[in-house]
DNA sequence: ACCTAGAATTTGAACGATCAAATTTCTGAC
DNA sequence: GTCAGAAATTTGATCGTTCAAATTCTAGGT
């Protein structure tokens, strides 16, 4: 059967189309009486507005596009994910709905971002995983299209041009505020485990555990590199250079890395050299941080989320996406510290098993 | 600057809006000269259809949706991430549009569904995460919705119901190969860690388990119990239950595990109690697995993907969504055994940091 | 040269909503 | 009771595409 439209509902309640249009798009303008009238015929035929007509009429599609990117990333891959969980709830809290797409190449993603933008399919983007030099923003913002990035530019000047909306993790606040921590639970040859430079988040990251180490113990750059290790985002390779460091002359007695993967080989390292006293605390707050009792930064995906749709928005939640002009023009998010304790896992205290750690579970 | 549409390319190419319309979606009605013409006015223009008014038309949206789960579900909760993004890419290849939504409750997803599918959002649906007595797929049927689901119907009679299309993973197979790949390895008694029943998915996976030990060694029921642990699906606890079986009289020489969840708990245990040469298989193969070193069976997400798309689409590739009369309803992909040396992994020999678990990143 | 079947193309209408402008109804002041 | 102005409602046009039916063109047989 076919399925109600304006026509049918605006019959039903004895007014015109139009009218039964404004009851659903501005109420205000519609006679409470009638209002109610045609309220009652919409619940009495089940009408839905049919999207596409409204879409065709509007010129809008209340739709926002994200690229799934298909590479797997790891331990710490599923960052993204979680980001487009929050968003996609929060997007349907406020009437958008959010369409995927994939590309393998920035080129092919503008070319994708073309192909929905010019058939109306989306009206809003939002940019994951920005990199240097990044063509994305500008070729967008030269578009007219909106957009938002999660993630900050990195090229230089951009950071504060209105035009290119973004929204980020404090990268250096988390890793300070991790750092501190430590310092204050007593250690005082806190190590940094990070990748090689230059890496923007990593570098980011990295300046955190050496401004809480300068304004503390007053380092300088010589004993700040001491205690700096670089190796890739990987376990094997993360035990291999931890043990390495455990194996020197200075011992560090706790360890902030700049992922959860790092922080791993940094346990199984400390672990193996029977250093299981040593605190470690990892980026991302993965599930496998929590499943070991990793303490680790956790990136308030859920406010990024809502940063990000404020900023495409405007803060007060319009449904329609509007070119809102908006004071700031980005957030940037405060990570929060996710503190758990190793040490009371059976991996390293064989005589405890109790299943303490399954406490952390929610 | 508008853009441009059927009419402007039509004029352009000195033809009708009709025959333009043709040679974007039946090209074989044109003839071969007005073809190019139209062609070359449409690269001109850089002309794109417009998919609201298409739809509109049609009464289509080239579009299927799938519910995005907001629970954060552990080390194995990546999977449908990994399935969705196997989904997106090859639904694009499709020239389909992927959108997403989210609903707490089987209710509200039907909800969110059905105004979706009546405001002409989306054509068809990807359920996941099938339960026992799953009220959804009756209630598709019911509204002759398309849908497919990932994960079979696991109330009795429904398996071979052909209005309901479904992909699964065959589960007790690849337990099955991952028992028999022990068993050939030499092993005896290999042992199962799995979920207390009943979970549909986890029964399914043991009685992989049991054939194969069956079928090679004859075991019977009481030997298979007492080879057979049950725990809940976390790291701490597998880790407790796993160490409790190694203090136990019969000593497994294998153990094959419901998830890698579990695997990482039996890991653990084994470890601490110096039996590192045990050798484990998980489930899943999650990043965890990839970067631990641990072996595990792979569900092929981009398979079941794929097997969803042609269930929706026919196997032909159509970019419309048909109710396509398939032979077979339902597709049961097999998993792939993916075998790894954890022996080899620094955290079990110190002596041998070398990093050749780096070898396993692609 | 004529006719015809089929191929190729065009025309008018429709999909279901909203916009802009026109019309009717209501309200309150004089 | 009249009238201006605001409020409420209706009307006609339109968004860009494809469907269905009508028309024109082409090739092949007689």
């Not at 995906?301 to 928005?313: E, I, N, T």
Request: include cysteine; glycine fraction near 8%; proline fraction near 6%.
């Amino acid at each position: 059967m076919r399925l109600p439209t304006v026509e049918d509902v605006a019959r039903t309640a004895r007014v015109s189309r139009q009218t039964v249009s404004n009851v659903i798009n501005t109420p205000a303008r519609v006679k409470p009486a009638t209002l109610l009238r045609v309220q009652a015929a919409i619940r009495e035929l089940d009408y839905r507005p049919n999207q596409s007509a409204r879409r065709l009429r509007q010129q809008k599609s209340a739709t926002i596009g994200i690229r799934l990117d298909p590479q797997l990333n790891g331990i710490s891959g599923a960052v993204l994910d979680r980001f487009l969980h929050s968003l996609t709830e929060q997007a349907t809290e406020r009437g958008l709905r959010v369409l995927l797409f994939t590309a393998a190449t920035p080129t092919e993603e503008i070319d994708q971002i073309r192909a929905l933008r010019d058939g109306a399919d989306v009206d809003a983007f939002v940019l994951t995983a920005t990199f240097d030099h990044d063509p994305r923003p500008e070729w967008l913002i030269e578009q007219k299209i909106p957009f938002v990035t999660f993630g900050r530019p990195w090229g230089i000047d951009d950071l504060n041009d209105p035009q290119h909306r973004w929204v980020d993790v404090d990268g250096r606040r988390g890793v300070y505020a991790a750092t501190l921590s430590l310092l204050d639970a007593g250690a005082e040859r806190v190590a940094w485990i990070g990748w090689p430079p230059p890496t923007a988040t990593g570098d980011d990251r990295r300046s955190g555990w050496e401004d809480a180490m300068r304004e503390r113990l007053g380092l300088g750059d010589a004993e700040l590199a001491s205690l700096c290790t670089e190796v890739v985002d990987d376990v094997a390779e993360a035990t291999n250079a931890v043990a390495n460091v455990l194996a020197g002359a200075v011992l560090p007695d706790g360890m902030v890395c700049a992922s959860d993967t790092l922080a791993l080989g940094a346990l199984i390292a400390a672990s193996t050299a029977g250093r299981r006293d040593i605190p470690i605390i990892g980026f991302d707050d993965t599930p496998v941080a929590a499943a070991l009792g990793i303490s680790s930064v956790e990136q308030r995906l859920d406010q990024v989320a809502a940063g990000a749709l404020a900023l495409l928005l405007g803060p007060v939640g319009d449904s329609v996406v509007a070119s809102g002009a908006l004071d700031v023009a980005h957030r940037l998010i405060e990570p929060a510290l996710v503190l758990r304790r190793p040490q009371d896992l059976p991996m390293f205290n064989p005589s405890r098993i109790d299943g303490t750690a399954a406490a952390d579970k929610h």
